[in-house]
T-cell receptor, first 111, second 112 residues
Framework: QQQVKQSPQSLIVQKGGISIINCAYE??????FPWYQQFPGKGPALLIA?????SEKKEGRFTISFNKSAKQFSLHIMDSQPGDSATYFC??????????FGTGTRLQVTL | NAGVTQTPKFQVLKTGQSMTLQCAQD?????MYWYRQDPGMGLRLIYY???????DKGEVPNGYNVSRLNKREFSLRLESAAPSQTSVYFC???????????FGPGTRLTVL
C-alpha cells in the first residue's frame, strides 16, 4: 500500500520557469513532510520540510505548499536553474515513526 | 564530521554469495535505516533501528539481516544474494522522529 503518491514521474522545465511537484498522502496522522533532493551518484539530501500547522514554507527559491484538507503538499521551484536538475522525493511521517517516501520525480531544467 | 559513511561503494556478487554492507554515522544519532533504491520504486525501507539495541523490519526485509553493532554502526547482510537484490543501497540516520534524516553516499550492488 503506497501511502504517499508523487507526481509527475518526470518533468522538463525551461530555465527560469517554475517547477511543480505534487504529493498526496492517505494517513491523517502524518505530521512531518520533508522534501529530499538527489543528484546522480549521491544520496538524497534534505531540501525543505513542513509541518501541518502552516500552509506554506519558503526557503530561497523553494516553497512547500500544504493543503491539510486535501491531504496534499507540493514543492515549487521558482526561477528553475540547470543546477536544480535532480530527482526529488517527497516523504511523510508521524511522531515516533519512520519516513514513507514517494516514488520520486526526475527534474530536468533545460537552457 | 564525516556524516554517514558506507562501504563499499560498489560490489559485484554472484548468485548465492554473501556479503555485509557497512554503515557508520558520527552525529550521535539514535535511529538508523537501510533503504534500497530501484528505478521507478523510490526509496524502500529494508530494516531500521530506532535506537541502539533494537531492530525492526521495514517494507522489504526478505533476504536481508541487520545488526546494530553500537550506536554508530548499522550493518546490512545478504546471506545468499539473488539477482533481485541488484540495487543501490542507502544507509541513513537521524537523531529522533521529526528530525532531518541524513543519507550516506550509497552502495551500488550488482548480483549476477
Amino acid at each position: 500500500q503506497q501511502q504517499v503518491k508523487q507526481s509527475p514521474q518526470s518533468l522538463i522545465v525551461q530555465k527560469g520557469g517554475i517547477s511543480i511537484i505534487n504529493c498526496a498522502y492517505e494517513n491523517t496522522a502524518f505530521d512531518y513532510f520533508p522534501w529530499y533532493q538527489q543528484f546522480p551518484g549521491k544520496g538524497p539530501a534534505l531540501l525543505i520540510a513542513i509541518r501541518p500547522d502552516v500552509s506554506e514554507k519558503k526557503e530561497g527559491r523553494f516553497t512547500i505548499s500544504f493543503n491539510k484538507s486535501a491531504k496534499q503538499f507540493s514543492l515549487h521551484i521558482m526561477d528553475s536553474q540547470p543546477g536544480d536538475s535532480a530527482t526529488y522525493f517527497c516523504a511523510a511521517s508521524m511522531v515516533g515513526s519512520k519516513l514513507t517516501f514517494g516514488t520520486g520525480t526526475r527534474l530536468q531544467v533545460t537552457l | 564530521n564525516a556524516g554517514v559513511t558506507q562501504t563499499p561503494k560498489f560490489q559485484v556478487l554472484k548468485t548465492g554469495q554473501s556479503m555485509t554492507l557497512q554503515c557508520a554515522q558520527d552525529m550521535n544519532h539514535n535511529s538508523m535505516y537501510w533503504y534500497r533504491q530501484d528505478p521507478g520504486m523510490g526509496l524502500r525501507l529494508i530494516y531500521y533501528s530506532a535506537s541502539e539495541g533494537t531492530t525492526d523490519k521495514g517494507e522489504v526485509p526478505n533476504g536481508y539481516n541487520v545488526s546494530r553493532l553500537n550506536k554508530r554502526e548499522f550493518s546490512l547482510r545478504l546471506e545468499s544474494a539473488a539477482p533481485s537484490q541488484t540495487s543501490v543501497y542507502f544507509c541513513a540516520s537521524r537523531r529522533t522522529s521529526g528530525d532531518p534524516q541524513y543519507f550516506g553516499p550509497g552502495t551500488r550492488l550488482t548480483v549476477l
